[in-house]
């Protein structure tokens, strides 16, 4: 059975940092392409970072030079370091997985997700 979980969420000021991970089990990061997506109340959910196979990354602009994308082979998890943070970075965060990484954020195409963990950014 695939499954995704996600934790690391929580509360922190603008400008601090919180670190994110999504342990996989059933499935492997290695051969996966894996992404963090996130949802604000009221917003449509919007992709954040994504890796693929070969370990290549991806950002979106809104993120780029304060998140990072990583995964652990080893362990079987994905992480997400995000440094710097703003009240705009405020969402539900969520792990996903499909086979390739070739439709950029298009979550719709993405088959394997978590339940999702809170960030919340207060300045």
């Known amino acids: 059975q695939f499954q995704l979980v996600e934790s690391g969420g929580g509360s922190v000021q603008a400008g601090g940092s919180l670190r994110l991970s999504c342990a996989a089990t059933g499935y492997l990061v290695s051969r996966n392409c894996m992404a963090w997506f996130r949802q604000a109340p009221g917003k449509e959910r919007e992709g954040v970072a994504r890796?693929?196979?070969?370990?290549?990354?991806t950002y979106a602009e809104y993120v780029k030079g304060r998140f990072t994308i990583s995964k652990d082979n080893a362990q079987n998890t994905l992480d997400l370091q995000m440094n710097s943070l703003k009240s705009e970075d405020t969402a539900a965060y969520y792990c996903?997985?499909?086979?390739?990484?070739?439709?950029?954020?298009?979550?719709?195409?993405?088959?394997?997700w978590g339940q999702g963990t809170q960030v919340t950014v207060s300045s």
């Open positions: 890796i693929d196979r070969d370990g290549t990354t």
């Open positions: 996903a997985a499909r086979y390739r990484c070739d439709v950029g954020f298009l979550s719709s195409s993405f088959g394997v």
